[in-house]
């Protein structure tokens, strides 16, 4: 399971996260997307902890506490939804088959 963390400040890295996180639990992991163009971070991140229980207590602790001047959003992370590439639902070209007589 991997934990969502939004509104987060420009500002923050990846190491600032862990040790917030810490707090409640081995952290395992920290990811902090950031901008395919300008590289600046996005203003989420994600977090994987080490128990599931580690995992709930960050989540009831930190949803809504203020940190580095912003109002945290912490919940378990959804799975990411599958966008797709392809535009018209899948349309498929078709039309008469010949026989061959």
Known sequence: MSIYVGNLSYDVTEADLTTVFAEYGSVKRVQLPSDRETGRMRGFGFVEMGEEA??????EALDGA???GRDMKVNKAKPRENR???FGGGRKSGGSFSSGY
């Open 66 to 68: 203020e940190w580095m």
């Open 54 to 59: 580690e995992e709930t207590a960050a989540i």
């Open 84 to 86: 797709g590439g392809s």
